[in-house]
């Protein structure tokens, strides 16, 4: 967790710059990687997706050879 208001009062104003501009990476990095995330789930799911006909016919042929 980072510096407080009251904490950052304290820093200079170099390492102030500093922080600001390592939130700011760190932000931007974990904001891209979520993103991408989430596209790679949306893509899976809808390049996996199948119909429900195919899906209860999937499902009524395994109850068939299963008898």
Do not use: C
């Not at 501009?21 to 931007?28: H, I, Q």
């Amino acid at each position: 967790m980072g510096p407080s208001q009251s904490q950052l009062r304290f820093l200079s104003p170099e390492d102030r710059i500093i922080y600001k501009k390592w939130l700011r990476r760190s932000l931007m990095f974990y904001s891209t990687a979520l993103a991408l995330l989430v596209l790679a789930v949306a893509v899976n799911h809808l390049s996996t997706s199948t119909s429900p006909d195919l899906a209860s016919d999937m499902h009524t042929a395994a109850i068939a050879a299963r008898k």
